[in-house]
Each structure stands twice: as structure tokens, then as C-alpha cells.
Nanobody, 124 residues
């Protein structure tokens, strides 16, 4: 049974930083890709960033490029460093993990496993 444990959300002022983490367990092999989506109140879930198994390739949505950085360490833990946060970044952030599917997901229906979500609130 795959388990994803997220941490790192919270309340921060505009211009501040937060770091999210997500640890995957339950499989004997590493995920093919890991990433993050977010869902603001009343809106659809949207892609934020993803990283491949090797860590060699990263993908970002246009609205976070240059502000957010995705990384992974032991192949089963992924991080999202969020800098220069804006009020419009307020959302529940979900870890997204794929073991079988390729390429890394850009749409919610392409995600195999979801984390429980962590709230990020940016005050103006």
C-alpha cells in the first residue's frame, strides 16, 4: 500500500517562503516521477511542478517559474521550496506520485497516488 506523508504547509506573509516535503513509502522501487499540484478554494486542481526519477528533469507551471524549486533526495522524498510567495499561491498543495505512468503528470487524471494535502496560506 503506497503512503504519502506531506508536511510543511502553514501561514506566511507575502514575499515569504515555505518548504513542503512529501515522503513516499510502500513500494520496493522508487517512483518514476513525483510532483505537486494545488487547489484553491472554488477552483480546479492544477499542476505546480514535477521531477523525474533521476532528478535530471524538472517541470514547472508558468505561474511558479523562478519562485518555486522542486527537488528530491533519496528518490522517494520530494520537496517544494516556495519563495516570493504571493496571496494567489494560497491553496491546498497535494503531493503527486507515479510509479508506472510516464511522462510526469501535468493533469490530475494522470496521477496515480495523491498525498493528503497541506494548506498554504499567504497573507497580503
Amino acid at each position: 500500500q503506497v503512503q504519502l506523508v506531506e508536511s510543511g504547509g502553514g501561514l506566511v506573509q507575502a514575499g515569504g517562503s515555505l518548504r513542503l516535503s512529501c515522503a513516499a513509502s510502500g513500494r520496493t522501487f522508487s517512483p518514476s516521477s513525483m510532483g505537486w499540484f494545488r487547489q484553491a478554494s472554488g477552483k480546479e486542481r492544477e499542476f505546480v511542478a514535477s521531477i523525474t526519477w533521476s532528478g535530471s528533469f524538472t517541470y514547472y507551471s508558468d505561474f511558479v517559474k523562478g519562485r518555486f524549486t522542486i527537488s528530491r533526495d533519496n528518490k522517494s522524498t520530494v520537496y517544494l521550496q516556495m519563495d516570493s510567495l504571493k496571496p494567489e499561491d494560497t491553496a491546498v498543495y497535494y503531493c503527486a506520485v507515479n510509479y508506472q505512468r510516464w511522462p510526469p503528470p501535468r493533469l490530475p487524471h494522470d496521477v496515480e497516488y495523491w498525498g493528503q494535502g497541506t494548506q498554504v496560506t499567504v497573507s497580503s
